[in-house]
């Protein structure tokens, strides 16, 4: 079992649709969660952060923590092209050793 | 203010060629980091650095080899390439105080034949 999971999709929605992108782990030492957005042929940049369980809304992006049943989700509102892209989870016990899922590529469409 | 920057942007090498990944940060960050990313893989951990002089293994150092001299500077080393070294690199350096914001560079592209 990998120690972080994630759907490499590939996903593909309209324009205006909300996206549920999701991630589950194994780690019960993880206390903080991450979203990175990579767009094509360039690195990952920080979306979205989350410490130990809860919501975080940024905008027309939200994630979501849920510890007990070690499950994170990133949900997108409003879903624009300009966010098509892979999105890419992380998570860290707090040391500098944080572990990535394979990333979800999005596709939104016109 | 440049950020993280990576040089080269492609590389192909042979089997058994050795090469040095080039990262510089222009934020005066202490932590420095190198990743692999293989397709549906996600992104691997290869060796870290919290200071001049200060490094350590990531999850997957074997074949590589790293140095810190500089607060700018964190070279990655190839010894011996081998196809499994095929990847795209990336380097990325945070601060002290935001720990969970990593700011990564463009990215090498490898390949080995």
């Known amino acids: 079992q990998k120690e972080v999971e994630q759907d490499p999709g590939p996903l593909s929605v309209p324009e205006g649709a909300i996206v549920s992108l999701n991630c589950t782990y194994s780690?019960?030492?993880?206390?903080?969660f991450m979203w990175y957005r990579q767009y094509s042929r360039k690195g990952p940049e920080l979306l979205m952060y989350t410490y130990s369980s809860g919501n975080k809304e940024d905008g027309r992006f939200t994630a979501q923590v849920d510890k007990s049943s070690k499950y994170i989700s990133l949900f997108i509102r409003d879903s624009q092209p300009s966010d098509s892209a892979t999105y890419l989870c992380?998570?860290?016990?707090?040391?500098?050793?944080?572990?990535f899922g394979a990333g979800t590529r999005l596709t939104v469409k016109p | 203010n440049a950020g993280v920057t990576q040089t080269p942007k492609f590389r192909i090498l042979k089997i058994g060629q050795s090469m040095t990944l080039q990262c510089t940060q222009d934020m005066n960050h202490n932590y420095m980091y190198w990743y692999r990313q293989d397709p549906g893989m996600g992104l691997k951990l290869i060796y870290y650095?919290?200071?001049?002089?200060?490094?350590d293994k990531g999850e997957v150092p074997n074949g590589y080899n790293v140095s810190r001299s500089t607060t700018e500077d964190f070279p990655l080393r190839l010894e011996l390439a081998a196809p499994s070294q095929t990847s795209v690199y990336f380097c990325?350096?945070?601060?002290?105080?935001?720990?969970?914001?990593?700011?990564f560079g463009p990215g090498t592209r490898l390949l080995v034949l």
């Open positions: 992380a998570m860290s016990a707090g040391n500098n050793d944080m572990r």
């Open positions: 780690n019960s030492a993880f206390q903080y």
């Open positions: 990325a350096s945070r601060g002290l105080a935001t720990w969970e914001t990593q700011y």
């Open positions: 650095s919290v200071g001049a002089g200060i490094t």
